[in-house]
């Protein structure tokens, strides 16, 4: 699988995001990726609707939406998502996971699944057909700066065999550090949603750290 790297927005400062979104599509990223958490399933709140259609005005790239929210099909009809665009929540704050997939798939968005240190992978399994792409939560999800938690590695090991032979992303979402990405590279993923604690720290060496960042991980061996 292709190596994919996504920044988070919500780790740019506002008044940058125009000059690193400009980055972003210069080098020619995955996707800008783009938290929603609702201050209940999560204990923090951000990003809003007219953030959303601040970035989609200002990018061309693919908005990858992780909802961090109870009942996500209610709020992802606050936002007016484009087609093209990746929509992936996580299995156990909605009553009906499989139709939701079933309903992003609807709206012309690749869909995904977000699992958390201590979800199963089950719900990987019953739902394997209609996922684009998984995000395993390397940290305990809400916070940016946390340290990656001792099993990420080997349950990136354990999703990666389950679908291996199917078109479908392994994305790894937390503290993916320069050292971290390697570790999370060998086990299996190939997406990495980066922010303060790897390329997003100053916008003047921004370019140089995505590259040496990319290119350490596209040479490791597996």
């Known amino acids: 699988m292709k190596i994919k790297v996504s920044p988070s927005i919500m780790c740019c400062k506002i008044e940058e995001y125009k000059s690193y979104i400009d980055l972003f599509e210069k080098v020619k990223l995955d996707s800008i990726h783009f938290d929603i958490m609702d201050g209940h399933y999560v204990k923090n709140v951000m990003l809003g609707t007219s ?12 908005v990858d939406l992780h909802f961090m929210t109870y009942n996500p099909e209610e709020y992802i009809e606050y936002y007016d998502i484009q087609s093209g665009d990746r929509i992936a929540f996580h299995p156990d704050t909605t009553a009906q996971p499989y139709r939701l997939l079933e309903s992003i798939k609807e709206k012309g968005c690749l869909s995904g699944l977000v699992i958390n240190p ?10 394997i057909d209609l996922i684009d792409y998984v995000t395993l939560m390397t940290v ?22 389950l679908v291996n032979g199917r078109n479908i992303d392994v994305f790894v979402d937390g503290n993916t550090t320069f050292k971290n990405s390697e570790i999370m590279r060998k086990a299996g993923a190939n997406g990495f949603v980066v922010g303060t604690s790897s ?13 040496k960042y990319i290119n350490n991980i596209e040479n490791i061996e597996m």
């Open 118 to 127: 201590g979800t199963p992978i089950s719900f990987i399994e019953e739902s």
């Open 199 to 211: 390329i997003i720290k100053d916008i003047k060496n921004f370019e140089e750290d995505y590259y």
């Open 140 to 161: 305990n999800p809400g916070f940016a700066g946390q340290k990656m938690v001792a099993n990420a590695p080997k349950k990136i090991r354990r999703v990666a065999e």
């Open 51 to 62: 953030v959303y259609k601040d970035i989609k005005r200002l990018s061309s790239l693919p």
